[in-house]
């Protein structure tokens, strides 16, 4: 038995079935436990104040926004070389989640940035690029929503995914030579996990695990309802010749 | 591949092939601009290359859903899928085609609009040069979004929003290359990387749009 039978879509409906209440409820336990931990028990810093505290929620979505990309990006290769329906069904399911990991990424760091940098947005390397890579996910979500017929929709959004990803790596380190023409990002781009002390660490350990957990449960219930919604245009579809 | 090649050249220079239509779309946006922020010919000349780069994309870009609609509609692109010439070759064919009826003359006319901005003139030289080494890559890039949109009805809307992403790294190089080239700095880095984006597309996006038209044509 492989590894592949759990992607048959009944063995798929079967399995997630119970395994999805405990991912969600493992995910709330890590985020509630997290969270609390990080605003109520942990000192403000030294010289960000209790701003610090936003950490616990920008860090963990911005690196979920980046890893539903990757997850896609493997869901569509595993689409296009094996044909699994339910991997291309989890890559579309897997879009939106990005989508809002990367809005929240944002719009915290905004709100981080105000009393910080006395702006809400600038044009660092960093910000534009996950700017950009907010549009990729709008792309391919857009692409999905424009085609009808299910298969081609797969195929044609796993092509996108795979050119995409190159592209926002590309624009990636575009971005970076373009800013070192325009100014010195050196106190923008502050590198926050190298030098956090462990007082803030293990509560952002905790919050990262539980947003991991979160997009887990999310995808597979999003998987789960994109399933019973082609099963259910395949029995209109019988009922209709019938 | 030399046929095919004449064939969308002649298609886009007779009848209602849009060929100045782009070049219109280029002049007008540059001549709106000084409408828009004002016209002193300090800060129009500071922003005259990103100005120049971004029309000359959003130019490349009005002409995109041509590429393959109206053959896909008539049949001839189903044709051109049994004909001996691989799709990669197709893809490419068209992409070059794309490229000599609006790449081309754009890169032609954006000096005269240089002068309109008030670009620097040591810019020039580096202006016609990175629209001449980025836009094969907008075409190319702009064919692969093309086939991707090409079975949908409205497909017009939806072709900017997958392709203006994807015209990031290009647009970032290109106008950097014009500005570095108008501050007297070295713009070499800028237009080489901008030269293997280029060439990067050429070599890889083919394959990219050939399978997205087979997927079409199914």
């Not at chain 1, 990080?38 to 610090?52: I, M």
């Not at chain 1, 002390?197 to 293990?202: A, E, L, P, Q, Y």
């Not at chain 2, 003359?105 to 810019?123: I, N, Y």
Request: hydrophobic letters at 55%.
């Amino acid at each position: 038995m492989s590894m592949w039978e759990y992607a048959n879509p009944k063995k798929f409906m079967g399995w997630t079935r119970p395994v999805l209440p405990w991912t969600f409820a493992l995910a709330g336990i890590c985020l509630v436990v997290g969270l609390i931990w990080g605003f109520f028990f942990t000192p403000d810093d030294f010289r960000q104040g209790s701003t610090v505290k936003i950490i616990y929620l920008h860090v963990p979505s911005a690196l979920m926004a980046i890893n539903a990309w990757i997850m896609m990006l493997v869901a569509s290769l595993i689409w296009v070389v094996r044909r699994h329906h339910v991997s291309a069904l989890a890559a579309r399911a897997a879009a939106p989640v990005g989508v809002v990991f990367t809005l929240i990424a944002l719009f915290t760091g905004g709100i981080w940035g105000q009393p910080m940098w006395g702006t809400y947005w600038a044009w660092d390397p960093r910000l534009t690029s996950f700017l950009i890579l907010f549009l990729f996910y709008l792309g391919y979500i857009a692409l999905w929503e424009a085609i009808e017929d299910p298969d081609t929709a797969a195929d044609l959004t796993s092509v996108l995914c795979m050119v995409g990803s190159v592209f926002a790596i590309l624009s990636r380190y575009a971005v970076l030579f373009w800013n070192q023409g325009l100014h010195q990002g050196a106190s923008l781009s502050l590198d926050k996990e190298e030098n956090i002390s462990d007082v803030f660490w293990f509560p952002l350990l905790v919050c990262i695990a539980g947003f991991v957990l979160l997009f887990i449960a999310l995808v597979l219930m999003r998987t789960r309802t994109e399933i019973r919604a082609r099963r259910m245009r395949a029995l209109e579809a019988r009922a209709r010749r019938a | 591949m030399i046929a095919l090649l004449w064939r969308d050249l002649r298609l886009a220079i007779r009848a209602g092939g849009g060929f100045g239509l782009g070049l219109a779309f280029f002049l007008i946006v540059v001549v709106l601009v000084p409408f828009g922020v004002g016209p002193e010919t300090a800060l129009l000349s500071r922003i005259a290359p990103g100005i120049l780069w971004v029309a000359s994309l959003l130019a490349a870009l009005l002409s995109l859903d041509r590429i393959f609609a109206l053959d896909y509609e008539d049949g001839s692109l189903a044709l051109l899928a049994t004909s001996p010439l691989p799709m990669e070759g197709v893809a490419m064919t068209k992409a070059l085609a794309h490229w000599i009826t609006t790449g081309l003359p754009l890169t032609f006319a954006a000096p005269v609009l240089g002068f309109l901005l008030s670009l620097a003139p040591e810019a020039y030289f580096y202006l016609l040069l990175s629209l001449l080494i980025g836009t094969p890559a907008l075409s190319m890039i702009g064919t692969f979004g093309a086939a991707l949109t090409v079975g949908l009805r409205r497909g017009g809307l939806l072709l900017s929003l997958l392709v203006l992403p994807l015209y990031v790294p290009t647009l970032i190089f290109g106008a950097e290359a014009v500005r570095r080239g108008a501050e007297g700095l070295d713009p070499t880095g800028a237009l080489m990387l901008m030269g293997g984006i280029t060439a990067g597309c050429f070599a890889l996006l083919p394959f990219a749009t050939a399978a997205t038209l087979r997927i079409n044509l199914r």
